[in-house]
């Protein structure tokens, strides 16, 4: 199994928006609709921030928001802040049990 | 509060056997979710190693599984994860987290400890 596909970086001013996004292939991504996507700084443990597509965990602010579409999946920072600046990482499940991690995005608040 | 603590040796020698263990605190591993293993090589992305269900049932990253064992000890609340066979392209931050069916929800992480493999 591949990784899935990430820009390696993306941008924005703060308040705007940035997408990320996620793309795989019909066996992954697009088979299942079990796309989670984590933040990560520096240092730390990833952290959960979207699952099941576009479901939030208690706790994660409402800016965060996900979607897919065929075999991508993108995610979405609205109203950027300062402690956004990360990396962030897709992840979908690819049957018999399989989960794949996507290569990464490097989030920078200008 | 869940909590996950990664231990082990820091330095495994090439060929040898890398061996981690995770000790859970605040909740019990035979509760129904998943336990897992990822790593992340230095500067690079994360990569999902395997998994053991509560029932003791264990799930391979295919590209990892003739090398893999995960095993788990509820009387201690700890799972563990042996990788036979070590190279320098092991070298890594080893995290242990939980995450619940059926997708890779991984929503509680330790901290992480590296792993070098050198002579």
């Known amino acids: 199994q591949s990784a899935l596909t990430q820009p390696p970086s993306a941008s924005g001013s703060p308040g705007q928006s940035v997408t990320i996004s996620c793309t795989g292939t019909?066996?992954?991504?697009?088979?299942?609709?079990?796309v989670s996507w984590y933040q990560q700084h520096p240092g730390k443990a990833p952290k959960l921030m979207i699952y099941?597509?576009?479901k939030r965990p208690s706790g994660v602010p409402d800016r965060f928001s996900g979607s897919k579409s065929g075999n991508s999946a993108s995610l979405t920072v609205s109203g950027l802040q300062a402690e956004d600046e990360a990396d962030y990482y897709c992840s979908s499940y690819a049957g018999s049990n399989n989960f794949v991690f996507g290569t990464g995005t490097k989030v920078t608040v200008l | 509060q869940l909590q996950l603590q990664e231990s082990g040796p820091g330095l495994v020698k090439p060929s040898e056997t890398l061996s981690l263990t995770c000790t859970v605190s605040?909740?019990?591993?035979?509760?129904?979710?998943?336990w897992g293993w990822i790593r992340q090589p230095p500067g690079k992305g994360l990569e999902w190693i395997g998994s053991?269900?509560?029932?003791?049932?264990?799930y391979y990253n295919p590209s990892l599984k003739s090398r893999v064992t995960i095993s788990g000890d509820t009387s201690k609340n700890q799972f563990s994860l042996k990788l036979s066979s070590v190279t320098a392209a092991d070298t890594a931050v080893y995290y242990c987290?939980?995450?619940?069916?059926?997708?890779?929800?991984?929503?509680?992480w330790g901290q992480g400890t590296l792993v070098t493999v050198s002579s």
């Open positions: 099941e597509v576009s």
């Open positions: 053991i269900f509560y029932s003791g049932s264990t």
């Open positions: 605040g909740g019990s591993i035979s509760s129904s979710y998943y």
């Open positions: 987290a939980r995450h619940f069916p059926p997708g890779p929800s991984f929503d509680y």
């Open positions: 019909s066996s992954d991504v697009g088979a299942y609709n079990y």
